[in-house]
Protein backbone atom coordinates (compact mmCIF):
# COMPACT_ATOMS: atom_id res chain seq x y z
CA UNK A 1 0.00 0.00 0.00
CA UNK A 2 1.07 3.18 -0.87
CA UNK A 3 1.91 6.15 2.12
CA UNK A 4 -0.32 8.30 0.19
CA UNK A 5 -3.23 7.45 -1.87
CA UNK A 6 -4.76 9.46 -4.90
CA UNK A 7 -7.04 8.84 -7.19
CA UNK A 8 -6.12 9.53 -10.78
CA UNK A 9 -9.32 10.34 -12.01
CA UNK A 10 -9.72 11.60 -14.97
CA UNK A 11 -12.69 13.88 -13.55
CA UNK A 12 -14.66 16.53 -15.86
CA UNK A 13 -16.72 18.98 -14.39
CA UNK A 14 -18.32 22.08 -16.40
CA UNK A 15 -17.58 25.51 -16.04
CA UNK A 16 -18.50 26.54 -12.17
CA UNK A 17 -18.50 23.39 -10.74
CA UNK A 18 -17.37 23.17 -6.93
CA UNK A 19 -14.53 20.21 -7.29
CA UNK A 20 -13.32 18.17 -4.72
CA UNK A 21 -10.12 16.43 -5.31
CA UNK A 22 -9.23 13.99 -2.10
CA UNK A 23 -6.02 12.31 -0.80
CA UNK A 24 -5.30 9.50 2.07
CA UNK A 25 -2.92 8.66 3.93
CA UNK A 26 -1.26 6.03 6.11
CA UNK A 27 1.74 7.66 8.11
CA UNK A 28 0.26 10.11 11.01
CA UNK A 29 3.88 11.42 11.14
CA UNK A 30 2.95 13.63 8.24
CA UNK A 31 2.36 17.44 9.51
CA UNK A 32 3.03 19.69 6.14
CA UNK A 33 0.38 19.21 3.37
CA UNK A 34 0.36 20.28 -0.04
CA UNK A 35 -1.24 20.66 -3.38
CA UNK A 36 0.30 20.98 -5.93
CA UNK A 37 -1.06 22.22 -9.77
CA UNK A 38 0.58 20.84 -12.91
CA UNK A 39 -0.39 22.12 -16.45
CA UNK A 40 0.74 19.81 -19.38
CA UNK A 41 3.83 19.34 -20.29
CA UNK A 42 4.87 21.96 -17.28
CA UNK A 43 6.69 20.91 -14.34
CA UNK A 44 4.52 21.24 -10.68
CA UNK A 45 3.59 24.20 -9.31
CA UNK A 46 2.84 24.94 -5.53
CA UNK A 47 -0.94 26.04 -4.98
CA UNK A 48 -1.86 25.43 -1.60
CA UNK A 49 0.15 24.58 1.85
CA UNK A 50 -1.08 23.72 5.29
CA UNK A 51 0.32 22.80 8.58
CA UNK A 52 -1.25 20.16 10.57
CA UNK A 53 -5.51 20.27 10.60
CA UNK A 54 -7.52 22.35 9.48
CA UNK A 55 -8.78 25.05 6.79
CA UNK A 56 -6.99 27.06 4.57
CA UNK A 57 -8.53 29.68 1.56
CA UNK A 58 -7.13 31.30 -1.00
CA UNK A 59 -9.32 33.13 -3.69
CA UNK A 60 -11.72 30.51 -5.10
CA UNK A 61 -9.29 27.36 -3.32
CA UNK A 62 -9.81 26.08 0.09
CA UNK A 63 -7.07 23.41 1.69
CA UNK A 64 -8.83 21.21 4.15
CA UNK A 65 -6.82 18.90 6.59
CA UNK A 66 -8.20 15.74 8.63
CA UNK A 67 -5.41 14.36 10.91
CA UNK A 68 -7.94 12.16 12.56
CA UNK A 69 -9.21 10.46 9.21
CA UNK A 70 -5.47 11.17 7.45
CA UNK A 71 -7.51 12.50 5.00
CA UNK A 72 -6.93 16.39 3.17
CA UNK A 73 -9.44 17.69 0.29
CA UNK A 74 -8.77 20.55 -2.00
CA UNK A 75 -12.24 22.20 -3.25
CA UNK A 76 -12.41 24.49 -6.07
CA UNK A 77 -14.86 26.74 -6.38
CA UNK A 78 -16.40 28.64 -9.38
CA UNK A 79 -14.53 26.68 -11.08
CA UNK A 80 -12.72 27.85 -14.69
CA UNK A 81 -11.72 26.34 -17.82
CA UNK A 82 -8.28 27.31 -16.88
CA UNK A 83 -8.31 25.20 -13.31
CA UNK A 84 -7.89 22.41 -16.25
CA UNK A 85 -4.97 20.47 -15.01
CA UNK A 86 -3.49 17.62 -13.19
CA UNK A 87 -3.47 17.77 -9.38
CA UNK A 88 -0.91 16.72 -7.10
CA UNK A 89 -1.39 15.87 -2.97
CA UNK A 90 1.88 16.28 -1.33
CA UNK A 91 3.11 15.60 2.50
CA UNK A 92 5.94 15.37 5.01
CA UNK A 93 7.12 14.99 8.43
CA UNK A 94 8.12 17.32 10.92
CA UNK A 95 11.69 18.20 9.39
CA UNK A 96 11.58 16.39 6.56
CA UNK A 97 12.96 17.67 3.20
CA UNK A 98 11.61 15.08 1.22
CA UNK A 99 7.73 15.07 0.05
CA UNK A 100 6.10 12.25 -0.39
CA UNK A 101 3.34 12.62 -3.65
CA UNK A 102 -0.06 11.30 -4.63
CA UNK A 103 -0.72 9.87 -7.93
CA UNK A 104 -2.19 13.44 -9.25
CA UNK A 105 -5.92 13.49 -10.21
CA UNK A 106 -6.73 15.16 -13.27
CA UNK A 107 -9.10 17.33 -13.94
CA UNK A 108 -10.88 18.97 -16.95
CA UNK A 109 -13.46 21.78 -16.79
CA UNK A 110 -15.57 22.05 -19.41
CA UNK A 111 -16.64 25.50 -20.71
CA UNK B 1 15.61 35.15 -12.76
CA UNK B 2 15.31 31.73 -14.49
CA UNK B 3 14.89 29.15 -11.41
CA UNK B 4 15.47 25.99 -12.36
CA UNK B 5 16.25 24.70 -15.88
CA UNK B 6 16.43 21.40 -16.83
CA UNK B 7 18.71 19.61 -20.69
CA UNK B 8 17.45 18.51 -23.02
CA UNK B 9 13.70 18.80 -23.12
CA UNK B 10 13.55 15.62 -24.85
CA UNK B 11 15.40 12.88 -25.75
CA UNK B 12 15.38 9.21 -27.61
CA UNK B 13 18.11 7.19 -26.67
CA UNK B 14 18.77 3.48 -27.68
CA UNK B 15 19.48 0.86 -24.98
CA UNK B 16 22.48 0.05 -23.35
CA UNK B 17 23.88 4.03 -24.22
CA UNK B 18 24.82 6.29 -21.13
CA UNK B 19 22.99 9.51 -20.64
CA UNK B 20 23.17 12.30 -18.43
CA UNK B 21 20.06 14.59 -17.65
CA UNK B 22 21.71 17.93 -16.73
CA UNK B 23 19.75 20.42 -14.15
CA UNK B 24 20.77 23.78 -12.68
CA UNK B 25 19.05 26.36 -10.48
CA UNK B 26 19.72 29.99 -9.84
CA UNK B 27 18.18 30.07 -6.06
CA UNK B 28 20.77 29.40 -4.10
CA UNK B 29 18.82 26.64 -2.27
CA UNK B 30 20.75 23.87 -0.89
CA UNK B 31 18.70 20.64 -1.33
CA UNK B 32 17.57 19.58 -4.76
CA UNK B 33 15.94 16.67 -6.24
CA UNK B 34 15.03 14.31 -9.03
CA UNK B 35 11.62 12.70 -9.68
CA UNK B 36 10.44 10.44 -12.29
CA UNK B 37 6.68 10.82 -13.32
CA UNK B 38 4.92 7.71 -15.02
CA UNK B 39 1.18 7.57 -15.40
CA UNK B 40 -0.49 6.46 -12.72
CA UNK B 41 2.47 6.48 -10.42
CA UNK B 42 2.62 9.98 -9.69
CA UNK B 43 6.15 11.89 -8.62
CA UNK B 44 8.63 9.21 -7.49
CA UNK B 45 11.66 10.01 -5.84
CA UNK B 46 15.36 9.15 -7.42
CA UNK B 47 17.35 10.64 -5.61
CA UNK B 48 18.40 13.86 -3.39
CA UNK B 49 20.28 16.06 -1.93
CA UNK B 50 20.57 18.02 0.95
CA UNK B 51 23.64 20.55 0.70
CA UNK B 52 26.24 20.75 -2.08
CA UNK B 53 28.98 17.53 -1.77
CA UNK B 54 25.92 15.04 0.07
CA UNK B 55 23.30 12.81 -1.98
CA UNK B 56 21.08 10.06 -0.65
CA UNK B 57 18.68 7.57 -2.55
CA UNK B 58 15.21 8.09 -2.98
CA UNK B 59 12.25 5.57 -3.79
CA UNK B 60 13.25 4.39 -6.81
CA UNK B 61 17.31 4.62 -6.96
CA UNK B 62 18.33 1.41 -9.26
CA UNK B 63 20.33 2.33 -12.27
CA UNK B 64 20.45 6.12 -11.56
CA UNK B 65 23.50 8.35 -10.17
CA UNK B 66 23.69 11.69 -9.08
CA UNK B 67 26.43 14.31 -8.18
CA UNK B 68 26.24 16.84 -6.30
CA UNK B 69 29.84 19.52 -6.89
CA UNK B 70 28.23 22.47 -6.48
CA UNK B 71 24.78 24.35 -4.99
CA UNK B 72 24.08 25.18 -8.48
CA UNK B 73 23.85 21.48 -10.77
CA UNK B 74 22.67 18.33 -9.78
CA UNK B 75 22.98 15.88 -13.02
CA UNK B 76 21.25 13.08 -13.00
CA UNK B 77 23.10 9.94 -15.19
CA UNK B 78 21.61 6.54 -16.65
CA UNK B 79 24.74 4.05 -16.89
CA UNK B 80 23.41 1.58 -18.83
CA UNK B 81 19.72 2.89 -19.99
CA UNK B 82 17.33 0.11 -20.17
CA UNK B 83 13.36 1.19 -21.79
CA UNK B 84 11.98 1.01 -18.27
CA UNK B 85 13.45 4.20 -17.49
CA UNK B 86 11.45 5.75 -20.28
CA UNK B 87 9.53 8.69 -18.27
CA UNK B 88 9.68 11.97 -17.42
CA UNK B 89 12.63 13.54 -15.26
CA UNK B 90 11.62 16.47 -12.96
CA UNK B 91 14.83 18.28 -11.11
CA UNK B 92 13.02 20.06 -8.05
CA UNK B 93 15.33 22.34 -5.56
CA UNK B 94 14.24 23.56 -2.14
CA UNK B 95 15.54 26.25 0.28
CA UNK B 96 15.95 26.35 4.01
CA UNK B 97 13.10 24.85 6.56
CA UNK B 98 11.35 28.10 7.45
CA UNK B 99 8.68 29.17 10.07
CA UNK B 100 6.34 26.69 10.16
CA UNK B 101 8.44 24.41 8.18
CA UNK B 102 7.41 25.13 4.95
CA UNK B 103 9.80 24.18 2.21
CA UNK B 104 8.26 24.68 -0.94
CA UNK B 105 9.92 22.59 -4.05
CA UNK B 106 10.28 24.38 -7.75
CA UNK B 107 10.38 22.55 -10.32
CA UNK B 108 12.11 22.40 -13.54
CA UNK B 109 9.97 21.80 -16.89
CA UNK B 110 11.01 18.28 -17.34
CA UNK B 111 12.85 15.94 -19.46
CA UNK B 112 11.12 13.87 -21.67
CA UNK B 113 13.00 10.50 -22.27
CA UNK B 114 12.15 7.50 -24.34
CA UNK B 115 14.67 4.29 -24.20
CA UNK B 116 14.50 2.09 -27.29
Known amino acids: QKEVEQDPGPLSVPEGAIVSLNCTYS??????FMWYRQYSRKGPELLMYTYSSGNKEDGRFTAQVDKSSKYISLFIRDSQPSDSATYLC???????????FGQGTRLTINP | IAGITQAPTSQILAAGRRMTLRCTQD?????MYWYRQDLGLGLRLIHY???????GKGEVPDGYSVSRANTDDFPLTLASAVPSQTSVYFC???????????????FGPGTRLTVT
Open chain 2, 92 to 106: ASSGELGDRGNNEQY
Open chain 1, 27 to 32: NSAFQY
Open chain 2, 27 to 31: MRHNA
Open chain 2, 49 to 55: SNTAGTT
Open chain 1, 90 to 100: AMRTQGAQKLV
